[in-house]
């Protein structure tokens, strides 16, 4: 079992679709994480959950909605997106200590989703 | 401005031999971290290595070896000794201490590993 799953692997929605992208991670982490990456562009940061309490929100449209049930688990639900949404969603845990240290995040290997 | 640099969109490498992937940051916290991380066509992000900016030697993993240079706000990743399986995009990454959880990546550099 990899450290952190993502489901699916691909998905083709269409623009009036609901659907929702599933993350899990085995490795006891407190804290997790939405990344959009889009080609040629850095990785984009979306949500961030520390101990299940969304802390960022970077400016992200309503029609991406996280939930993070418990700190598990972290889905990405989708609703009426657009063809620029087209992109590879990846899921990030981490455990974050107070006063710093690495806190270095482990990657789950995507979601790549097609908006037509 | 652009946190982290990376000014190679390709590079290539024979087998074997070592090659040095630039990245350059851009911070004013004191306190930081510095990441790279491979990403293989299948699209994982996979964790190699790690350097603390008040670490006062340069990080090694095996192959891999960060080439720290805080005056000049550089963390150059080396791999040595070039496998096919090193073709891949490779991503640096910064973390601020004072700004938590953000991680600010650069666009990567693609190397491909010629046999």
């Known amino acids: 079992e990899t450290g952190v799953t993502q489901t699916p692997r691909h998905l083709v929605m269409g623009m009036t679709n609901k659907k929702s992208l599933k993350c899990e991670q085995h490795?006891?982490?407190?804290?997790m994480y939405w990344y959009k990456q889009s080609a040629k562009k850095p990785l984009e940061l979306m949500f961030v959950?520390?101990?299940?309490?969304?802390?960022e929100n970077n400016s992200v449209p309503s029609r991406f909605s996280p939930e993070c049930p418990n700190s598990s688990h972290l889905f990405l639900h989708l609703h009426t997106l657009q063809p620029e949404d087209s992109a590879l969603y990846l899921c990030?845990?981490?455990?974050?200590?107070?006063?710093?240290?690495?806190?270095?995040?482990?990657f789950g290997a995507g979601t790549r989703l097609s908006v037509l | 401005a652009q946190k982290i640099t990376q000014t190679q969109p390709g590079m290539f490498v024979q087998e074997k031999e070592a090659v040095t992937l630039d990245c350059t940051y851009d911070?004013?916290?004191?306190?930081?971290?510095l990441f790279w991380y491979k990403q293989p066509s299948s699209g994982e992000m996979i964790f190699l290595i790690y350097?603390?900016?008040?670490?006062?030697q340069n990080a090694t993993e095996g192959r891999y070896s960060l080439n720290f240079q805080k005056a000049r706000k550089s963390a150059n990743l080396v791999i040595s000794a070039s496998q096919l399986g090193d073709s891949a995009m490779y991503f640096c990454?910064?973390?601020?201490?004072?700004?938590?959880?953000?991680?600010?990546f650069g666009t990567g550099t693609s190397l491909t590993v010629i046999p």
């Open positions: 959950y520390n101990f299940k309490e969304q802390t």
């Open positions: 911070t004013s916290d004191p306190s930081y971290g």
């Open positions: 350097q603390g900016s008040y670490d006062q």
């Open positions: 990454a910064m973390r601020e201490t004072n700004t938590g959880n953000q991680f600010y």
């Open positions: 490795l006891g982490h407190n804290a």
């Open positions: 990030a845990s981490s455990q974050d200590r107070a006063g710093g240290g690495p806190n270095i995040q482990y």
